[in-house]
């Protein structure tokens, strides 16, 4: 046993970064994938780059303290990485809740497989859609590649400054809801102008049943601006993405 206790130590310090990266990444992580998937996919990630990381570790430590800091600073880099990758996930959603709020459907609830809780119809279709964009786009690899480059930034044993990890953090939550914001300009600049042509309409005639007129025309409209806009902004959150993961929060 002795010989094979270095490759046991060297493949639980890999999967305990690795695997916590691929727990949240973005299409590896969503919650409607089995957690054996998850838990295989990650154990064969290790095992094909085990061979290119090992020089990178460090030797099996004496003692069980030294070994238990080590593994317990790879999940937290681990869980930093996936989880700001997955507050661009969130950015979806945010799209969604604010496209239906301009276009009519913001109490058309509908169960969310992502979020595995009711949400907003909108909201549930941006972030299936957002899934797909990520398995088609690559993003996935991105997250994997990503990991691999952490061991040049983060050797095991060294830690990134707590300072930049918040401000890591914070940069990706901001980022998250300008691309929301963004995926959803379209549906805000069409509830502004046709909610002003209604409050116009209604001061000009004030026979007409406003009411019955808007919310129709609201949700036929609306839907027609959002198919428009949507593959532009989904096309603006892909590239914000990949410039974030490339530029690590630094523009």
């Known amino acids: 046993m002795e010989p094979i206790l270095p490759y046991v130590w060297a493949g639980g310090l890999l999967f305990a970064r690795i695997g916590s990266v691929l727990m949240l990444a973005p299409g590896w992580g969503e919650s409607a994938i089995p957690a054996r998937f998850r838990l295989s996919a990650a154990l064969l990630a290790v095992m094909a780059l085990a061979p290119g990381l090992l020089p990178t570790l460090p030797a099996q430590p004496a003692n069980l303290g030294s070994a238990l800091f080590l593994i317990i600073g790879e999940v937290l880099i681990g869980l ?8 661009f996930m969130a950015a979806a959603s945010v799209a969604g809740q604010v496209t239906a709020m301009h276009t009519g459907l913001a109490m058309a609830m509908q169960f969310d497989p992502t979020q595995q809780s009711q949400g907003n119809v909108m909201s549930t279709f941006f972030s299936l859609i957002a899934v797909i964009i990520v398995l088609a786009a690559g993003v996935h690899r991105w997250m994997l590649e990503g990991a691999v480059d952490s061991y040049m930034l983060f050797p095991p044993g060294d830690y990134p400054d707590m300072a930049d990890v918040a401000e890591y953090g914070v940069m990706a939550f901001v980022e998250t809801f300008r691309l929301g914001i963004q995926i959803a300009a379209p549906a805000i600049a069409f509830g502004l102008i046709f909610n002003l042509a209604l409050g116009l309409a209604a001061r000009l005639i004030p026979q007409i049943q406003i009411y019955f007129i808007a919310l129709p025309s ?3 409209l609306g839907l027609v601006v959002v198919m428009i806009g949507m593959g532009a902004g989904f096309t603006a959150w892909v590239n ?3 410039q974030f993961l490339t530029t690590g929060g630094g523009g």
């Open 218 to 220: 609201s949700l036929m």
């Open 240 to 242: 914000g993405f990949d």
């Open 80 to 87: 930093m990485l996936g989880g700001a990758a997955r507050m």
